[in-house]
T-cell receptor, first 112, second 115 residues
């Protein structure tokens, strides 16, 4: 069974601070996606990383896929209250199935 | 621009009752998924489908059934509701192809309470 562990589980920071969220597994994934979910809504895709070592930037968000494609990180620079939400990583396995395995989630609160 | 539509948005059931959660998508996506999300947690896959007439179990299929008679619709059935099935249920769809790069599009969820 493939599992994705996210850390930290909860994070409360002041506006302007930097933070990093980690997504780790003992399994290899063919790709990894990051989603953000706001209360009462479904998750919305932020980015997909496919290649080991890949780094993608989305404004103040930087996403990295580990060289071995077992882990990923999300770094937010100068966090803003609008970044508040539940961040989820989701991996697609290498076995030819079409199932996304979701991580345990990181709930971020950015205080003004 | 509807995307993925789930109904109902909220429902309260008594133990032992049955119900069907509806999900429809208008993007001609081949893949459809049902997840449950318990408070403050990530999503757990219940069932998924790679096309009309094809379904398969996810991580937590017990107590649920699905069918996929058309590309657009993927209903989830609870036959004998139990308190452990209290959760928020999300339906999602994605496009067949280079699946590893395709995003899932989610509905807004169905909040189900079983008392």
């Amino acid at each position: 069974t493939q599992l994705l562990e996210q850390s930290p589980q909860f994070l409360s920071i002041q506006e302007g601070e930097n933070l990093t969220v980690y997504c780790n597994s003992s399994s290899v994934f063919s790709s990894l996606q990051w989603y953000r979910q706001e209360p009462g809504e479904g998750p919305v895709l932020l980015v997909t990383v496919v290649t080991g070592g890949e780094v993608k930037k989305l404004k103040r968000l930087t996403f990295q896929f580990g060289d071995a494609r077992k882990d990923s990180s999300l770094h937010i620079t100068a966090a803003q209250p609008g970044d508040t939400g539940l961040y989820l990583c989701a991996g697609v396995g290498t076995s030819g199935t079409y199932k996304y395995i979701f991580g345990t989630g990181t709930r971020l609160k950015v205080l003004a | 621009n509807a995307g993925v539509t789930q109904t109902p948005k909220f429902r309260i059931l008594k133990i032992g009752q049955s119900m069907t959660l509806q999900c429809t998508q208008d993007m001609n996506h081949n893949y459809m998924y049902w997840y449950r999300q318990d408070p403050g947690m990530g999503l757990k896959l219940i069932y998924y489908s790679v096309g009309a007439g094809i379904t398969d179990k996810g991580e937590v299929p017990n107590g649920y059934n699905v069918s996929r008679s058309t590309t657009e619709d993927f209903p989830l059935r609870l036959e004998l509701a139990a308190p452990s099935q209290t959760s928020v249920y999300f339906c999602a769809s994605s496009f067949l192809g280079d699946y590893s790069n395709q995003p899932q599009h989610f509905g807004d969820g169905t909040r189900l309470s079983i008392l």
